[in-house]
């Protein structure tokens, strides 16, 4: 099983159970590892150790309860305290405010369930934004959502500080650190990356509730745009995360590791099979294959969202920005991702000129990193298991109805144009 659905699953149960006894020992023995491996794993995904995750759970749901019109003495007992006296004292000190406190700054909602598989959709509104820059005394400059140009959707998770800063959220410590430690990295071996600002205290990041924020500078450039692509940005595309990869491959394990096979088997291709009506026999061909070859495949740490508006480019620098997703995978998902990227916003106008882009974007990385001739025969099936995976994702949200639908036809058309997939 992938590890990050591994750790979700324990983080589910934590999620139902807060109200009960949960051990570390327990939940190691769930996963059928080790407690050491397990705590390991545990804090690659989420940023911290079981135990105090688990006691931030229950403090949260805590407090939340008591917004809601519990007692305090309630509230504490029912999440595992035996005094409200002891409740206090532990929030206080994982969330350095009190009770009262946390619920007179109206920040006491229903807590985030972590999802580790699925994007955040955070809100926070500028007035707390202005709040929280008040760390870098930036609290007057002017806050402005960020809109991906490709496709017109607001980020969720992010907002421009004026013209140089861009101040980032989330509920996942875990991808935080994640983005910080591979932007330094990359940094060090002189690459651009948004490594975080220091606050007017020295921090690399805040913590609000059970937000985090930290600042990033903008880096110099533009996103390339999929509508945009001219002769050679394809190739250059492909190039460029062919360098990020030989980048990443000389930085130290800081990700956790995926298992791209058992997700599609488990869990994705099931449900983009259900979703889509696809023939047994060709679910079956097609996981066979996958199957044979996905041990073959080298593996290192990849970005896992090189989509084009997370590509910045300047006149004579280029850079990467957003690696909360990073994680240890095959190498070839980085530019099969890109690839579907610019079919995803590009989709309807001119399907069939998107396999010369696809081409292209592979021929690049092949130039700098030198596909294997695994590789090159996983290459389509890489292609589809991203689309089977956005397929299953899209299809459990509602709200993106209209997303699955067209991720279910792009998948449809890949079905179709399987053997020119091919031709690499």
């Known amino acids: 099983m992938d590890n990050r659905a591994m750790i979700q699953k324990s983080l589910d149960y934590i999620e139902e159970n807060l109200q009960a006894e949960i051990t570390a020992e327990e939940l190691a023995e769930m996963a059928h590892l080790s407690l050491f491996h397990y705590y390991r794993l545990f804090r690659?995904?989420?940023?911290?150790?079981?135990?105090?995750?688990?006691?931030?759970?229950?403090?949260?749901?805590?407090?939340?309860?008591?917004?809601?019109?519990?007692?305090?003495?309630?509230?504490?007992?029912?999440?595992?305290?035996?005094?409200?006296?002891?409740?206090?004292?532990?929030?206080c000190r994982e969330f350095g405010s009190t009770p009262s406190d946390f619920l007179r700054s109206s920040r006491a909602k229903r807590p985030y369930r972590i999802d580790l598989q699925k994007e955040e959709h955070m809100t926070v509104t500028h007035k707390k934004a202005a709040q929280i820059l008040r760390c870098w005394n930036l609290e007057s400059e002017p806050i402005t959502d960020i809109y991906y140009e490709g496709t017109g959707n607001k980020n969720e998770n992010a907002c421009y500080v004026g013209d140089a800063f861009v101040l980032k959220y989330t509920a996942n410590l875990g991808k935080l650190k994640k983005h910080i430690e591979v932007s330094r990295a990359l940094e060090g071996v002189g690459l651009l990356a948004a490594?975080?600002?220091?606050?007017?205290?020295?921090?690399?990041?805040?913590?609000?509730?059970?937000?985090?924020?930290?600042?990033?500078?903008?880096?110099?450039?533009?996103?390339?745009?999929?509508?945009?692509?001219?002769?050679?940005?394809?190739?250059?595309?492909?190039?460029?995360?062919?360098?990020?990869?030989?980048?990443?491959?000389?930085?130290?394990?800081c990700v956790s590791e995926a298992d791209l096979l058992s997700t599609l088997r488990d869990w994705a291709l099931p449900k983009a099979k259900a979703a889509?009506?696809?023939?047994?026999?060709?679910?079956?061909?097609?996981?066979?294959?996958?199957?044979?070859?996905?041990?073959?495949?080298?593996?290192?740490?990849?970005?896992?969202?090189?989509?084009?508006?997370?590509?910045?480019?300047?006149?004579?620098?280029?850079g990467?920005?957003?690696?909360?997703?990073?994680?240890?995978?095959?190498?070839?998902?980085?530019?099969?991702?890109?690839?579907?990227?610019?079919?995803?916003?590009?989709?309807?106008?001119?399907?069939?000129?998107?396999?010369?882009?696809?081409?292209?974007?592979?021929?690049?990385?092949?130039?700098?990193?030198?596909?294997?001739?695994?590789?090159?025969?996983?290459?389509?099936?890489?292609?589809?298991?991203?689309?089977?995976?956005?397929?299953?994702?899209?299809?459990?949200?509602?709200?993106?109805?209209?997303?699955?639908?067209?991720?279910?036809?792009?998948?449809?058309w890949l079905i179709e144009k399987f053997g020119a997939l091919k031709n690499i």
């Open 44 to 91: 690659q995904a989420t940023g911290l150790p079981v135990m105090q995750y688990i006691l931030r759970r229950r403090l949260l749901h805590g407090v939340y309860a008591i917004s809601m019109g519990s007692t305090k003495i309630d509230a504490a007992l029912r999440f595992g305290f035996d005094t409200y006296a002891g409740f206090y004292k532990a929030f």
């Open 320 to 412: 990467f920005i957003d690696f909360e997703l990073s994680e240890r995978n095959v190498r070839i998902y980085d530019p099969c991702y890109a690839a579907t990227a610019v079919l995803s916003e590009t989709f309807g106008a001119d399907n069939d000129s998107w396999l010369s882009i696809y081409r292209d974007i592979l021929w690049g990385y092949d130039s700098v990193v030198h596909l294997t001739a695994d590789e090159r025969k996983a290459i389509p099936h890489i292609i589809l298991a991203n689309q089977f995976v956005c397929v299953a994702w899209f299809a459990e949200q509602d709200k993106y109805a209209e997303i699955c639908e067209t991720n279910k036809r792009m998948t449809a």
């Open 276 to 318: 889509m009506e696809l023939p047994e026999r060709f679910c079956v061909e097609y996981l066979n294959t996958f199957s044979a070859l996905y041990p073959k495949l080298p593996r290192q740490i990849i970005h896992r969202d090189p989509n084009p508006g997370n590509i910045i480019c300047a006149e004579d620098q280029w």
């Open 195 to 253: 490594v975080p600002v220091p606050t007017t205290a020295g921090a690399e990041y805040i913590q609000d509730g059970e937000v985090y924020f930290y600042l990033t500078r903008r880096l110099p450039g533009t996103p390339m745009v999929s509508h945009r692509f001219d002769d050679g940005d394809a190739r250059f595309v492909g190039e460029i995360i062919g360098q990020l990869h030989l980048a990443l491959s000389r930085i130290e394990d």
